[in-house]
């Protein structure tokens, strides 16, 4: 059974940084591409950053250059680094596969900025 389970969420500042963590079981980890997905209240889900087995990674162009993913395959965990963050960040953060497993999502991570 697909384990996926997110942390690392708050409330910070407009500018502030972030770092979500993704630890993941029930899956061959150093197979699969991961994303990270968030969605805020009143729109859908989207995918903001994958990392691919090989460590290739891309990012939606509202956090390109200020978002990085990454992953550890020995700890089975993927990472989202969030710096200069936004208002519009605000969002319910989430990881699963690339492409997504529906049953695998978990109740992800909370991240709210606000000044």
């Known amino acids: 059974q697909v384990q996926l389970v997110e942390s690392g969420g708050g409330l910070v500042q407009p500018g502030g940084s972030l770092r979500l963590s993704c630890a993941a079981s029930?899956?061959?980890?150093?197979?699969?591409?991961m994303g990270w997905y968030r969605q805020a209240p009143g729109k859908e889900r989207e995918l903001v950053a994958g990392v691919t087995r090989f460590g290739s990674t891309n990012y939606a162009d509202s956090v390109k250059g200020r978002f990085t993913v990454f992953r550890d395959t020995a700890l089975n965990t993927v990472y989202l680094q969030m710096n200069s963050l936004k208002l519009e960040d605000t969002a319910v953060y989430y990881c699963?596969?690339?492409?997504?497993?529906?049953?695998?999502w978990g109740q992800g991570t909370q991240v709210t900025v606000s000044s």
């Open positions: 699963n596969t690339l492409p997504v497993s529906v049953a695998a």
């Open positions: 029930g899956i061959i980890f150093r197979i699969n591409d």
